[in-house]
């Protein structure tokens, strides 16, 4: 599913070189769930932006899903970050004045012609919220949730495309205990019952916890790597 080969990353500032990845290879089959911890630096999201195209200034090689990133044209990597990934950040990154369901609905409306008639992707993003738990809560703006609804949101509309893949950064980073505990458990039921691949970096032991393989970043370097029992 995801093969990285000596990954590197760095930014220039001026004239000094910082490293971000200093080459970092790994895999990661079909149907994981994987963990990715590390200090603040150390190319947690810089390593999960590589993996959903949404950076392609890298050395090494970086392949998804059978594609090699790199040589991806801009519309092809548009097609696969839309399609084949779904992405969760701690922000939920909602639209305030669109409902429930227009936000999960967004996705399509970037795409211009070509997307789904209307009736079925309004089907699909129902879809998507009852798979996340929120049926009945469609016509709701954000403001009237509370913040483990939200992420299920934000949730339901990186599920909108079905993707095979969901990357999430930092995706309880704003929610309390038991509400990171509840989203967490979302990812994993989403894991097991339907087999999605998922790549979520936490500060957090106890979200980690859950995941049954745990990679760990540090100064740019993978430096531990390991399964263990949920
Ligand atoms: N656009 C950029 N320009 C310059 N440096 C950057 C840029 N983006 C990230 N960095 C630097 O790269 C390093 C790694 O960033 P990254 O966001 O991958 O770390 P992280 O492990 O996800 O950290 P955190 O846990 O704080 O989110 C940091 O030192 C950061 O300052």
Redesign the pocket.
């Known amino acids: 599913m995801i093969r990285l080969e000596s990954l590197t990353k760095s930014?220039r500032?001026g004239g000094n070189r910082?490293d971000?990845l200093r080459g970092v290879s790994l895999g990661v089959e079909e149907g994981e769930l994987v963990a990715v911890m590390?200090?603040?630096?150390?190319?947690?999201?810089?390593?999960l932006n590589v993996i959903g195209g949404l950076d392609r200034d890298y050395g090494g090689s970086a392949e998804v899903l059978g594609r090699d990133l790199s040589k991806l044209g801009d519309r092809e990597l548009s097609r696969y970050r839309n399609e084949s990934v779904g992405f969760v950040f701690q922000s939920f990154n909602l639209v305030p004045p669109l409902t429930v369901l227009q936000n999960v609905l967004l996705p399509g409306y970037f795409e211009g012609g070509g997307g789904q008639p209307a009736a079925a992707a309004r089907s699909s993003a129902r879809d998507a919220l009852a798979r996340v738990g929120l049926a009945g809560k469609e016509g709701r703006l954000p403001a009237r949730l509370s913040g483990g609804e939200r992420q299920r949101v934000a949730l339901a509309r990186a599920l909108f495309r079905r993707p095979r893949l969901v990357l999430a950064?930092?995706p309880t980073g704003s929610l309390d205990a038991q509400t990171a505990r509840d989203v967490i458990d979302l990812l994993v039921e989403l894991n097991v019952k339907e087999r999605l691949t998922v790549v979520v970096?936490t500060?957090d032991e106890q979200v980690a916890s859950r995941a049954r393989r745990i990679l760990r970043?540090k100064d740019g370097l993978l430096v531990d790597d390991r399964e263990h029992a949920r």
């Open positions: 930014y500032d910082f971000v590390g200090a603040s630096g150390s190319g947690k999201s810089t390593l950064d930092e970096v500060h970043l």
